[in-house]
């Protein structure tokens, strides 16, 4: 190892910071200097949670195995009825059942 940080890689960690840095203010910015949000801008932000949470659900769900699947179909039905940390509660416990009979 000729030394602790590869400069590229230190260079790719920077970027990102500062890619993130200037979306986060680019987009306060934006906001801000509007008097009223035009109705589309405001239906693609309120599109960003789905978004956001499909983006973390899918790829679980696809590549995590029967158990996970069968777990996040229970969570989803559960969460059209229930609070969160119920729903979170069964879902946990589905998923432990699932795992130790299917493995």
């Known amino acids: 190892m000729d030394a602790l940080f590869h400069m590229q890689t230190v260079l790719i960690i920077l970027a990102g910071a500062v890619a993130t840095y200037l979306t986060r203010v680019g987009g306060y910015v934006f906001i801000t200097r509007m008097k009223r949000i035009p109705p589309r801008a405001e239906a693609a932000l309120n599109a960003v949670p ?3 949470l499909t983006t973390l659900v899918a790829p679980a769900a696809v590549t995590g195995g ?3 699947s069968l777990t996040m179909a229970v969570a989803f039905l559960l969460g059209l009825r229930m609070a969160l940390l119920p729903m979170l509660a069964v ?3 589905t998923v432990m059942i699932l795992r130790h009979f299917i493995g």
């Open 66 to 68: 029967l158990d996970v």
């Open 91 to 93: 879902g946990w416990i």
């Open 50 to 52: 789905a978004a956001v």
